[in-house]
C-alpha cells in the first residue's frame, strides 16, 4: 500500500477483554515501531521489530502486552486482560532499516482504544 | 534516559506572524533531531530533520538549527498561515537505539486569520 495502515480505527472493550491491533507497514520497510500516545501527550515508545525478531521490547509497559510480527511484514499488538487505563491512540510507524542516522519514519493513523 | 522537553501550547498567532517553537533535548550520545507535525483529522509526518551538530532542516518556510552548544532544535518559521494550524512534537532519535523516537509532549499551534 501507499502507507502504512493500522486497523481497526476505532476499538471499543469492555475491562477484562483481550484485543488485538494490526499494523501493515509500508512495503519493503525492514523497521517496525508501536508507540502509544495518551490524550494531550507526545507518542511513546512501546517496541521495535527488524525483520521478524522484536530488537527492543523495553518499553511494553507489562506483560499483558505483547506484539508479533511472523512475516516481517505486518505486526499484530496483543493486549491482554485491557485495564482502563490502556486507553490511548496506538501508533505504528514503519522506515527503511532501524539502525541507519537519521532515517524517516512513517506514521499510520493510528487506532484510538477505549477500555469502558 | 533521553528526553525532550517543548514548549507549552497552545500557541496562537495571527496569520503572517512569526513563529518560534522551543525544544530542547537531553541524550547520552549524538542523536538526530525531527519536527513531526499532526494536522487536524490526519496522522504524524515529518516536517524536517537535523542529523549532526550545526545542520539546519527546512522544509515548507519551517526551519530549525540542530545546536550542540545548548541541547536545542527550536522550531521558526517567518509568515504563519491558517493552514499550519496544528500539532508540532520534536523527537530525537539515535541509531544505536534502533532509530526508536523519543517525542516531546507536543504544542497546539492555532493561527488566526
Known amino acids: 500500500g501507499a502507507g502504512v495502515s493500522q486497523t481497526p480505527s476505532n476499538k471499543v472493550t469492555e475491562k477484562g477483554k483481550y484485543v ?3 499494523c501493515d507497514p509500508i512495503s519493503g520497510h525492514t523497521a517496525l515501531y508501536w508507540y502509544r500516545q495518551s490524550l494531550g501527550q507526545g507518542p511513546e515508545f512501546l517496541i521495535y521489530f527488524q525483520g521478524t525478531g522484536a530488537a527492543d ?19 499484530t499488538l496483543k493486549i491482554q486482560r485491557t485495564e482502563r487505563g490502556d486507553s490511548a491512540v496506538y501508533l505504528c510507524a514503519s522506515s527503511l ?5 537519521g532515517t524517516e519514519a512513517f506514521f499510520g493513523q493510528g487506532t484510538r482504544l477505549t477500555v469502558v | 534516559g533521553d528526553s525532550v522537553t517543548q514548549m507549552e501550547g497552545p500557541v496562537t498567532l495571527s496569520e503572517e506572524a512569526f513563529l ?17 507535525v499532526q494536522y487536524p483529522g490526519e496522522g504524524l509526518q515529518l516536517l524536517l530533520k537535523a542529523t549532526k551538530a550545526d545542520d539546519k532542516g527546512s522544509n515548507k518556510g519551517f526551519e530549525a538549527t540542530y545546536r550542540k552548544e545548548t541541547t536545542s532544535f527550536h522550531l521558526e518559521k517567518g509568515s504563519v ?3 499550519d494550524s496544528a ?22 499551534l492555532r493561527v488566526k486569520s
Request: proline share 6%; with cysteine; hydrophobic share 35%.
Open chain 1, 57 to 75: 521490547d523495553s518499553g511494553l509497559p507489562n506483560d499483558r502486552f505483547f506484539a508479533v510480527r511472523p512475516e516481517g511484514s505486518v505486526s
Open chain 1, 97 to 101: 532499516a532501524g539502525g541507519v542516522d
Open chain 2, 81 to 83: 498561515q491558517v493552514s
Open chain 1, 20 to 22: 488485538e491491533l494490526r
Open chain 2, 20 to 36: 518560534t517553537i522551543n525544544c530542547t533535548y537531553t541524550a547520552t550520545g549524538y542523536p538526530s533531531l525531527f519536527w513531526y
Open chain 2, 87 to 108: 500539532v508540532y512534537f520534536c523527537a530525537l532519535s539515535s541509531p544505536e537505539y534502533g532509530n526508536k523516537l523519543v517525542f516531546g509532549a507536543g504544542t497546539i
